[in-house]
């Protein structure tokens, strides 16, 4: 059995899925299926270019997410990278030490293909990782049910992560959690569908952070906060995650002697709570 409390976590991410459905959130439904051709013809087209990017995908935000369960053990996206769709997302993965498993054409665009070549993986992970504790599925397609099923049939803790209206509500409730992509910390909120002079907003991106360090801290907070439904979180947990998020992290690098310094060094982003035996931190008034 899996130890729960040295939390190691797996991530699959069907970025075709994410990618169509995003599009379809920000854009209006099926449409992706309506400008498919041009996108697959040329994706530079100005046009097309600009709906795109309007639809980009925080693959940050995904991982970060992730990361906030406990230590990332693998992580894997599959697509067919070759198209330019999914090309552009390729250096942005690898940074983040994802294995991009290729789908070639004639499985990528087919019923099921990346479905089960996920599963497939899926399913070996956990037998030839008895140490695994959380499996994270990046979809929203019902075809994964059984899949979230079995996972926890064999004593892991599924999380889901889907675009609000286009996640299926039975693989919702299959898994232990499942939360929106739309809701993730950090993630810009589209506009309403066919309003073209609405600018997207960043979700509770109240007065960014001006230094690494300080987003740092800010998107920490924001994922425990969001994992744990509280105000006030250990320092130790905070900084657990930050060293999670960024294995480079320290404190005394930065000139400070201990963690709780660092905080208070920055109160605009964080406030302290050193009342008790145990170091509590929470976001600043004007950011929560």
């Given at each position: 059995?899996?130890?729960?409390?040295?939390?190691?976590?797996?991530?699959?991410?069907?970025?075709?899925?994410?990618?169509?459905?995003?599009?379809?959130?920000?854009?209006?439904?099926?449409?992706?299926?309506?400008?498919?051709?041009?996108?697959?013809?040329?994706a530079t087209?100005?046009?097309i270019?600009?709906?795109?990017?309007?639809?980009?995908?925080?693959?940050?935000a995904?991982?970060?997410?992730?990361?906030?369960?406990g230590?990332?053990?693998?992580?894997?996206?599959?697509?067919?990278?070759?198209?330019?769709?999914?090309?552009?997302?390729?250096?942005q993965?690898v940074?983040?030490?994802?294995?991009?498993?290729?789908?070639?054409?004639?499985a990528?665009?087919?019923?099921?293909g990346a479905?089960?070549?996920l599963?497939?993986?899926?399913?070996e992970?956990?037998?030839?990782?008895?140490?695994?504790?959380?499996?994270?599925?990046?979809?929203?397609?019902?075809?994964y049910?059984?899949?979230?099923?079995?996972?926890?049939?064999?004593?892991?803790?599924?999380?889901?992560?889907?675009?609000?209206?286009?996640?299926?509500?039975?693989?919702?409730?299959?898994?232990?959690?499942?939360?929106?992509?739309?809701?993730l910390?950090?993630?810009?909120?589209?506009?309403?569908?066919?309003?073209?002079?609405?600018?997207?907003?960043?979700?509770r991106?109240k007065?960014a952070?001006?230094?690494?360090?300080?987003?740092?801290?800010?998107?920490?907070?924001?994922?425990?906060?969001?994992?744990?439904d509280?105000?006030?979180?250990?320092?130790?947990?905070?900084?657990?995650?930050?060293?999670?998020?960024?294995?480079?992290?320290?404190?005394?690098?930065?000139?400070?002697?201990?963690?709780?310094?660092?905080v208070?060094?920055?109160?605009?982003?964080?406030e302290?709570?050193e009342s008790?035996?145990?170091?509590?931190?929470?976001?600043?008034?004007?950011?929560?």
């Amino acid at each position: 059995m899996p130890d729960m409390h040295n939390a190691r976590v797996a991530v699959y991410l069907d970025f075709d899925n994410i990618v169509m459905s995003w599009y379809d959130r920000v854009h209006g439904k099926n449409s992706y299926a309506r400008d498919r051709q041009k996108i697959a013809t040329d994706a530079t087209d100005p046009e097309i270019a600009e709906r795109l990017t309007a639809a980009t995908i925080d693959v940050g935000a995904i991982i970060d997410y992730a990361t906030s369960f406990g230590t990332l053990v693998l992580t894997r996206a599959y697509a067919d990278w070759s198209a330019p769709v999914n090309a552009v997302y390729r250096s942005q993965l690898v940074a983040r030490a994802v294995d991009l498993v290729q789908l070639f054409p004639a499985a990528a665009y087919a019923k099921n293909g990346a479905d089960i070549r996920l599963a497939v993986d899926v399913v070996e992970d956990m037998f030839r990782l008895p140490d695994l504790t959380h499996v994270v599925i990046v979809a929203g397609d019902s075809d994964y049910v059984p899949l979230a099923q079995r996972c926890k049939r064999l004593g892991r803790y599924v999380v889901g992560v889907g675009v609000a209206g286009s996640t299926a509500k039975s693989l919702a409730a299959a898994c232990d959690q499942f939360d929106s992509y739309d809701a993730l910390p950090g993630v810009a909120a589209p506009p309403a569908a066919g309003r073209k002079d609405a600018a997207p907003t960043r979700r509770r991106a109240k007065k960014a952070p001006a230094d690494p360090a300080e987003a740092l801290l800010e998107r920490a907070l924001r994922l425990e906060s969001d994992k744990e439904d509280v105000e006030w979180q250990h320092a130790s947990a905070v900084k657990s995650l930050i060293r999670r998020l960024d294995p480079s992290f320290s404190e005394k690098a930065l000139g400070h002697k201990s963690f709780s310094e660092f905080v208070k060094a920055h109160p605009t982003v964080a406030e302290v709570d050193e009342s008790g035996n145990i170091v509590l931190i929470r976001l600043a008034a004007d950011r929560a």
